[in-house]
């Protein structure tokens, strides 16, 4: 504490100055009954080092009764509050709010703009020290949700900031929020939040690495949720359902745009610029659509038939392809530049790279993109009983795979690595061993041992060891010396990489190996008109992070020739947002089964999409990962109930849309922003009002439950009604439908009972709050009744 230093300010323009010069260092002060133990006790993730207290600031103080409004200041203490005789009587829910606080030691202290503004009271937010990685401090998780959630939120959970799931995908897939269609049962809903991202979700969903299931914070509970299925599953919805998705543009923009190369990247952007209104032709140098995706990816993972089924949707939508044509041979790109308004390049990385070893212009030693590339093409290729794969990656994998579905006997893959730092998916691993395939890491090759033909006839193999660790964590490699082996072998297939032929576009690359980019995240080139993305742009990734440049790049474009581009929809900051029960358990995640080994074969797909109730099962599995905390506030629950205004140096806030559960906050307020006053409309009043709190000590603690009730009547009939439920949710919460309710009826015993079943028809509870919603609808109806 002796560390902070006090900036003692006149007026709120000064606090606003010093609150934007400092950052996130600083902060205000009202009573300090809060932010004393806060900064004490350690738990804010940055320390706190400038304090500005505002009691002194004239504009903040007082309190006066016009005709329109209640006006407070924000420094107004509670005690002030809870004696005010014109308070008391004419909105005494407000009055007992305040009276409610704590202490009347504290109560002398502290402000009603810091009670409104405090900071969450959960268990893992105020642990000393800051030790738990809690997501309202900027963490990935909040602890609470499997955790010790005995005093939270019995109506979901809040938005604070994007799960992980979502900040891993390099494609920003809102996961969380389609699964919560699917909790719903709505298949199209969730279809359509996936499709404005992810058009080619049926691709995806059987090939991408899901580093969003790597990042899922079910994993620290037991399995990540199964998103590649869900995926695959609503990819297929669109395939089925073309005429629900795939639309044709209202209007023509009269723009052309050729996309050269129709991997995942110019698809992707194929799709969003015809969608946008362009005259759009793909162009690619081979005779089957796809790209690396038809001539990479082995059939048994991704069926031909579903790049098929993307030509002839798109084809239907007005998209012009062009096969066997290759720029620099077939059109050069100065045809093209002229030709059309924009020209976008996203070729893939079609050179696989070299390994430089003794003997290795044998004949049998092959490379990987021509061994998938003649698989895709059913091209027969002589290949003997014993394989030897270079690599480690999916791509490697891949090949090995391959190599036994074609009659291999044995296939033994290579890798300079560790086995635990090879950077091929763990299922792709699991299932070559599954098939037989052998694995012989920390090995590379050093000589391949010729036949008297010139063939391949028995590799000698060279042990490496791990040495010390590099900046990244992964280890550094060399060899043993004098430790080697020799096996043999018919074939030498390697698979360490790709890279980029920029023949035909050398213009673009400015000497260098990729396509030269002015700005990065446009895709623009240094030339006027061109646009690049993709492995040509970025180097060789993974083909959602081609879908999202693809995406992006024709945003870009659509920026420079017009064109609407709809931006996908995201679940708001603060928003609400739920998740089952059923999540709380211990589940294993939905797998799709794989076809036996003996019925594995090259051009037949390996496993089949899950039926839809299996899918709507895993979603029950998603945690959604919000916040479950709740506010603790009472004033601002009984000035929600109150329809309040609170007045900032900024603006006028209506009360039920002031709180908000953020990243190192609980309101709306921005940078440099304070409350200055509560306006309490006068004519808001009803005529029978009530404020009821539920703690265990009643001098000390905060609310295990409130409920603040703001009624007109005439005699039993409720003419209008507010009710509004604090440490209930993250934040106040209006119970909005069961007002709908009450409206207009004459309250009784019996409408109390149905009133309090419908304030709790939304709940999901915790592990251990569930005795919550039992109290809310006992105090429900108790209060409801005490309005007799």
């Known amino acids: 504490m002796r560390d902070l230093e006090l900036y003692h300010v006149s007026c709120t323009d000064e606090v606003k100055a010093v609150l934007k010069e400092k950052g996130d260092s600083s902060c205000v002060m009202g009573g300090g009954t809060d932010l004393v133990g806060v900064i004490r006790e350690n738990i804010l993730p940055k320390k706190m080092e400038e304090i ?11 309190i006066e009764l016009n005709e329109e409004y209640l ?3 924000a420094v107004t203490t509670l005690s002030e509050v809870e004696k005010n005789e014109e308070i008391k009587n004419e909105f005494p829910a407000l009055a007992e709010a305040a009276r409610t606080v704590a202490s009347p030691q504290i109560r002398h202290v502290a402000t009603v703009g810091g009670n409104i503004c405090q900071q969450v009271r959960c268990w893992y937010y105020r642990y000393q020290g800051d030790k738990f990685n809690c997501l309202r401090k900027g963490g990935e998780r909040c602890n609470a949700v499997v955790g010790n959630n005995l005093y939270h939120s019995i109506f979901g959970v809040a938005n604070v900031c994007d799960p992980p799931c979502q900040v891993e995908c390099p494609n920003a897939t809102n996961i969380p929020f389609y699964m919560e269609k699917l909790r719903a049962g709505d298949i199209e809903g969730a279809a359509q939040i996936l499709f404005e991202v992810n058009p080619l979700a049926a691709v995806t969903g059987r090939i991408c690495p899901h580093t969003c299931e790597q990042s899922c914070n079910r994993k620290k509970y037991d399995e990540s949720v199964s998103v590649r299925e869900a995926e695959r599953f609503l990819g297929d919805y669109f395939l089925e359902h073309p005429e629900r998705f795939f639309m044709a543009p209202k209007e023509e923009s009269g723009k052309k ?29 081979n005779p089957e659509v796809g790209g690396m995706l038809y001539y990479g990816i082995p059939a048994y993972r991704l069926q031909k038939d579903i790049l098929a089924r993307y030509k002839e949707i798109l084809m239907g939508l007005g998209v012009q392809f062009r096969m066997n044509t290759k720029v620099g041979e077939t059109v050069t790109l100065e045809e093209l530049y002229k030709e059309s308004d924009i020209v976008l390049v996203g070729i893939g990385a079609w050179v696989s790279l070299g390994l430089d070893f003794e003997g290795k212009d044998a004949e049998g030693v092959l490379n990987a993109l021509e061994f998938l590339q003649k698989a895709a093409d059913r091209v027969p290729q002589n290949l003997g009983e014993k394989v030897v794969v270079i690599g480690g990656g999916n791509t490697s994998f891949d090949v090995c795979r391959s190599a036994k579905r074609m009659g291999a006997k044995e296939v033994t893959l290579l890798s300079i690595l560790p086995f635990d730092e090879m950077p091929a998916e763990e299922d792709e691993i699991e299932e070559a061993q599954e098939e037989g395939v052998r694995i012989l890491d920390l090995t590379t090759l050093k000589k391949v041992v010729k036949d008297e033909k010139g063939h391949v006839k028995s590799l000698i193999l060279q042990q490496m060891k791990k040495i010390d660790e590099d900046e990244t964590g992964l280890g550094n490699v060399t060899a043993v010396e004098g430790v080697t082996t020799q096996i043999d072998a018919d074939n030498v297939i390697v698979a360490i990489g790709q890279s980029i032929n920029l023949e035909g576009f050398e213009s ?3 000497g260098g190996k990729l396509i030269a980019l002015s700005e990065k995240e446009s895709g623009k080139t240094f030339e006027e008109a061109i646009f690049a993305a993709g492995d040509a742009a970025y180097g060789p990734a993974t083909a959602v992070k081609a879908i999202f440049q693809g995406r992006s790049c024709a945003k870009s474009i659509c920026d420079v020739i017009g064109g609407i581009e709809a931006l996908p929809r995201q679940t708001n900051r603060g928003e609400k947002i739920t ?27 390996i496993s089949s999409t899950l039926d839809v109730e299996k899918i709507l099962q895993e979603a029950q599995r998603c945690l959604n990962c919000g916040c479950v905390a709740v506010s603790p506030t009472d004033v601002g629950t009984a000035l929600v109930a109150l329809d309040a205004v609170i007045v900032t140096n900024e603006r006028q806030i209506p009360a039920d849309h002031f709180f908000k559960a953020a990243v190192m906050g609980s309101t709306v307020l921005a940078e440099g922003e304070i409350v200055t006053r509560i306006l309490v409309p006068r004519k808001a009043a009803g005529n029978r009002q009530l404020y009821f709190k539920h703690r265990t000590r009643k001098s000390i603690d905060f609310p295990i439950l409130s409920i603040a009730i703001n009624a007109h009547m005439e005699g039993q009939v409720i003419e209008d009604i507010r009710i509004v439920v604090g440490a209930a949710a993250p934040t106040p919460k209006r119970l909005e439908e069961v007002e709908d309710f009450l409206r207009g009826k004459s309250l009784n015993q019996d409408l109390a009972v149905q ?18 919603i039992h109290l809310l609808k006992v105090f429900m109806r108790r209060n409801l009744e005490k309005l007799l």
């Open 508 to 510: 673009l690359s400015g």
């Open 257 to 285: 745009v050729s996309v050269i190369g129709s991997g995942p990247a110019g698809l992707s952007a194929a799709f969003y610029l015809r969608r946008a209104g362009h005259a759009v032709t793909i162009l690619d140098q």
């Open 71 to 73: 006006d407070l200041g």
């Open 579 to 605: 998740f089952s029960s059923y999540a709380l358990q211990k589940t294993e995640k939905a797998k799709s089964v794989n076809v036996p080994l003996e019925e594995r074969e090259l051009y037949k797909e």
């Open 52 to 62: 500005v207290p505002l009691k002194g600031i004239q504009e903040l103080q007082g």
């Open 755 to 772: 009133a309090a079943e419908l304030a709790v028809k939304d709940c999901v509870a915790l592990a251990e709050n569930g005795y919550k």
